[in-house]
């Protein structure tokens, strides 16, 4: 089932009021002060996107190799404030937005994204009629994520997540999402009980990776730490590599 058997059109989000000419002038000045907020952090450049098989208006990190230049000058272990690879454009987000269209109406549905960056896979979840939580360890990429979900700022929500920090009390999630966040086999340690804490008894993970030798580690190391792990292959039309989800339930 498609977002488009939900009921789900942008005409019909324009009429309940999530475009800019419909937002009350609060909305609006509220805007305008987190862009202002992003633009004395990175530099960026407005443009648009394909999520959910639709245009969408976004905003975007200009030369995120120099943050991540900076980010290598100024390296500390385990410095995640400083991790850059926010910034960039990742082909697993664009996989992931594609899988949630293969799933059943997600409308109601409440999603968790972890490592959510500027919020590609989160935003298609919310489009799509989700409850979404998008949440990452470094406050500049929630702020962008945050100006970037403004369209569907009703069903998309931003929150500041380290994956370490074990005394986070959020309600946990039948769903939970993440873009290309197992491309290190030091994370997975991180990653997994962060997983636990935050997914209902018979939830599931969905995880998106283009196939590295990372991704290979990976599933056979959360079957390892008791899930049960299935694949499947997004062809995203490119000419390159496919985009892997892996689909984890706890055994």
Not at 121 to 137: K, P
Not at 140 to 155: D, G, H, I, P, W
Not at 227 to 242: E, N
């Amino acid at each position: 089932m498609s977002w488009q058997d939900c009921g789900l059109t942008f005409k019909k989000w324009k009429r309940l009021g999530r475009f800019v000419a419909s937002r009350s002038s609060a909305q609006l000045a509220s805007e305008a002060r987190l862009l202002a907020r992003i633009q004395q952090q990175v530099p960026i450049e407005h443009t648009s996107t394909s999520i959910a098989g639709q245009k969408y208006p976004w905003t975007r990190v200009v030369n995120p190799e120099s943050l991540l230049l900076n980010a290598l000058a100024k390296s500390r272990e385990g410095a995640v404030e400083l991790d850059p690879f926010w910034a960039a454009s990742w082909r697993a987000a664009q996989g992931l937005d594609q899988f949630l269209g293969t799933l059943p109406c997600l409308s109601g549905m409440r999603i968790l994204e972890l490592g959510g960056g500027s919020g590609r896979a989160g935003i298609s979840a919310g489009i799509r009629g989700a409850e979404v939580l998008i949440t990452d360890a470094v406050p500049t990429a929630l702020m962008v994520c945050k100006f970037n979900a403004r369209q569907v700022s009703e069903k998309v929500q931003v929150r500041l997540l380290d994956w370490r920090d074990r005394n986070t009390q959020l309600q946990p999630f039948p769903i939970i999402i993440g873009s290309d966040i197992v491309y290190d086999s030091k994370l997975f340690p991180i990653l997994e009980p962060c997983m636990r804490r935050h997914l209902v008894p018979d939830g599931v993970v969905h995880l998106s990776e283009p196939q590295r030798h990372t991704g290979d580690r990976f599933e056979k190391w959360i079957v390892a730490a008791g899930w049960r792990c299935t694949s499947t292959m997004m062809d995203l039309g490119d000419a390159q590599r496919q985009i892997r989800i892996f689909s984890c339930r706890l055994t």
